[in-house]
């Protein structure tokens, strides 16, 4: 399973957070001009796997991966 997060400028923080807690996240940069774009970004970055898209902003649960 992919995982994908998504962010941008000013909340580098958040990606930090997630990836401490998920180590195999991949980020998705907004620097293509709004947060529709950044979504429709970060699906052709998973193309047709399966995947997870979070949110920046996420608190992840402890043994999240094993859930």
Same mark, same amino acid.
Request: aromatic share 10%.
């Given at each position: 399973?992919?995982?994908i997060?998504?962010?941008?400028?000013?909340?580098?923080?958040?990606?930090?957070?997630?990836?401490?807690?998920?180590?195999?996240?991949?980020v998705?940069?907004?620097?293509?001009?709004?947060?529709?774009?950044?979504? +429709? *970004?970060?699906?052709?970055?998973?193309?047709?796997?399966?995947?997870?898209?979070?949110?920046?902003? +996420?608190?992840?649960?402890e043994?999240?991966?094993? *859930?």
């Amino acid at each position: 399973m992919r995982y994908i997060l998504r962010t941008c400028a000013g909340r580098e923080h958040y990606a930090d957070y997630v990836k401490k807690c998920i180590p195999s996240v991949e980020v998705c940069f907004d620097d293509v001009g709004g947060a529709m774009q950044n979504w +429709i *970004k970060s699906l052709e970055m998973a193309g047709n796997d399966a995947h997870v898209n979070i949110e920046d902003d +996420i608190w992840i649960t402890e043994n999240f991966e094993k *859930k």
